[in-house]
């Protein structure tokens, strides 16, 4: 089993990033989760092939071809549809979300949380603050009409705490990312600055690639790429900067981006519904239930949905930094 060394910790605690290769067994942990939005592809492709949308199901692509041909013959990249999240903002009582038992599994892996323990102690909440990305190659993926670039491209640079409010600015909040195939610089691997998490919380400019910390305050100079392997985890401070690149090779690039945090501490997404992932002092609260999990998501979107949006940042475009 891998653990975590002290070595490790010292280096996460002066880089503000450590990836820990091998962690997660690719047979074993990812390969259930793999196989289960295998299911949900078929859902889709059915759906959309009902509508019209696509010609053909193309259930003999395998999956990667097969999103892809879907995402591009559709004109439109369905993310919301395998995400274990809901939008901000516009959430209707049939926004598609998926939150299955192989998803489930793997965010509560004993192995993962050992790590994640190593890092925030053993009272650990599974953060509402996760997504599953499954980035079509740039190629082949739809333009946004609205803002003439992909939908689904390279990640802005930014800080996870940045994406938050501000009431989780005391969290230690940690985050949790890995690959579910190879996720290489072509592909589009995630990049890091290297001790940018001693500069604090910085200024997160809003625009139509979401929120980005201008480059004027943030050095890209100096990023490092972390291509990764199956089973390989990054874990990243919630103040290190950070991107994705672009997805410049022809097959899809696949990851999981989750967040923990220790229970009791604010989540930043107060409308998200979380969980408690491990206790060692109070066993009783541990969230063991797949079913339930979906069911509170359900929930929140059955709330979200009869309600004003929620404030999901404090970010305003008029601060000089954004100039």
Request: glycine share 8%; proline share 8%.
């Given at each position: 089993?891998?653990?975590i060394?002290e070595e490790?910790?010292?280096?996460?605690?002066?880089?503000?990033?450590?990836?820990?290769?091998?962690?997660?067994?690719?047979?074993e942990?990812?390969?259930?989760v793999?196989?289960?939005?295998?299911?949900?592809l078929d859902?889709?492709?059915?759906?959309?092939?009902?509508?019209?949308?696509?010609?053909?199901?193309?259930?003999?692509?395998?999956?990667?071809?097969?999103?892809t041909?879907?995402y591009?013959?559709?004109g439109k990249?369905?993310?919301?549809?395998?995400?274990f999240?809901l939008p901000?903002?516009?959430?209707?009582?049939?926004?598609p979300?998926?939150?299955?038992?192989?998803v489930?599994?793997?965010?509560?892996?004993?192995?993962?949380?050992d790590?994640?323990?190593?890092?925030?102690?053993?009272e650990?909440?599974?953060?509402?603050v996760?997504?599953?990305?499954i980035?079509?190659?740039?190629a082949?993926t739809p333009i946004?009409?609205d803002?003439g670039?992909?939908?689904?491209?390279?990640?802005?640079?930014?800080?996870?705490?940045?994406?938050?409010?501000e009431?989780?600015?005391?969290?230690?909040?940690?985050t949790v990312?890995?690959?579910l195939?190879?996720?290489?610089?072509e592909?589009?691997c995630l990049a890091v600055?290297p001790?940018?998490?001693?500069d604090?919380?910085?200024?997160?400019?809003?625009?139509i690639?979401?929120l980005e910390i201008?480059?004027?305050?943030?050095d890209?100079s100096?990023m490092?790429?972390i291509?990764t392997?199956?089973?390989?985890?990054?874990?990243?401070?919630?103040?290190?900067?950070?991107s994705?690149l672009?997805n410049?090779?022809?097959?899809?690039r696949?990851?999981?981006?989750?967040?923990?945090?220790?229970?009791?501490?604010?989540?930043?997404?107060?409308?998200?519904p979380g969980?408690?992932?491990?206790?060692?002092f109070?066993?009783?609260?541990v969230?063991?239930?797949?079913?339930?999990?979906?069911?509170?998501?359900?929930?929140?979107?059955?709330?979200?949905a009869?309600?004003?949006?929620?404030?999901?940042n404090r970010?305003?475009k008029?601060h000089?930094?954004?100039?």
């Amino acid at each position: 089993m891998q653990t975590i060394s002290e070595e490790q910790i010292i280096f996460f605690d002066e880089q503000g990033y450590l990836l820990v290769k091998g962690l997660l067994s690719p047979k074993e942990d990812l390969d259930p989760v793999i196989k289960e939005y295998g299911m949900v592809l078929d859902s889709l492709a059915s759906e959309l092939h009902q509508k019209g949308e696509i010609v053909s199901a193309y259930e003999e692509l395998p999956f990667g071809e097969r999103i892809t041909k879907i995402y591009a013959e559709s004109g439109k990249v369905h993310g919301q549809y395998f995400d274990f999240s809901l939008p901000q903002g516009g959430v209707k009582k049939n926004t598609p979300f998926w939150c299955g038992p192989a998803v489930f599994r793997v965010m509560t892996n004993p192995n993962l949380l050992d790590a994640v323990e190593k890092f925030i102690g053993s009272e650990i909440y599974s953060n509402p603050v996760g997504h599953v990305r499954i980035k079509p190659p740039e190629a082949e993926t739809p333009i946004n009409p609205d803002t003439g670039r992909v939908q689904l491209g390279k990640t802005p640079w930014h800080q996870d705490n940045g994406v938050v409010t501000e009431e989780a600015d005391a969290t230690d909040m940690l985050t949790v990312w890995f690959s579910l195939g190879e996720a290489t610089v072509e592909q589009g691997c995630l990049a890091v600055i290297p001790k940018s998490h001693r500069d604090g919380l910085l200024h997160h400019c809003p625009d139509i690639w979401g929120l980005e910390i201008p480059e004027k305050i943030c050095d890209r100079s100096t990023m490092v790429p972390i291509p990764t392997e199956p089973g390989d985890v990054l874990f990243l401070h919630k103040h290190t900067c950070h991107s994705s690149l672009q997805n410049l090779s022809d097959i899809i690039r696949w990851s999981f981006d989750l967040r923990y945090n220790p229970i009791g501490q604010a989540t930043g997404r107060n409308a998200f519904p979380g969980f408690v992932a491990r206790s060692h002092f109070n066993p009783g609260q541990v969230l063991t239930d797949p079913l339930t999990w979906h069911q509170m998501w359900e929930e929140a979107r059955d709330s979200l949905a009869i309600s004003d949006d929620p404030a999901f940042n404090r970010w305003s475009k008029d601060h000089p930094v954004c100039a």
